[in-house]
């Protein structure tokens, strides 16, 4: 286990459920059961808040951890296109993430490949919301 991973999942401030969440969205990982429910407040298509609350492994966690950071007074549009550097940083183009989104380096690396599902899980459950 990396420690630098358990490190940022227990970096867990966003970690919580919003009540008057906008808009909201769950998955499930069919692999390994792991769940995730993701509420967002979206003003004049701004995420202005952002929580999630699951039961699943250390990756995914420290995967929407990091999500929710970069989501907060960003453009829905900006955090679609992270959502699909995301999933193409898993389909080959290792380069995407290291130029636009630093934050995530530490998470997207080529170690970590064998954890797609776990580290898209929260990508994917996002992308539900703001790709509408």
Not at 49 to 71: E, H, M, T
């Amino acid at each position: 286990m990396d420690l630098e991973i358990l490190k940022i999942a227990s970096d867990n401030n966003n970690n919580r459920y919003i009540e008057d969440y906008t808009h909201h969205s769950k998955m499930k990982n069919s692999l390994c059961g792991d769940e995730i429910f993701i509420n967002l407040v979206i003003k004049k298509d701004k995420i202005i808040d952002f929580g999630y609350q699951g039961k699943s492994c250390i990756y995914c966690q420290a995967s929407a951890n990091l999500l929710s950071k970069i989501s907060i007074n960003k453009p829905k549009s900006k955090i679609n296109e992270l959502c699909d550097d995301a999933k193409s940083f898993f389909e080959g183009d290792s380069e995407v993430i290291k130029k636009k989104w630093k934050l995530m380096n530490k998470l997207f690396n080529s170690k970590n490949k064998i954890r797609k599902e776990c580290i898209l899980l929260p990508f994917k459950t996002v992308k539900k919301i703001v790709s509408i």
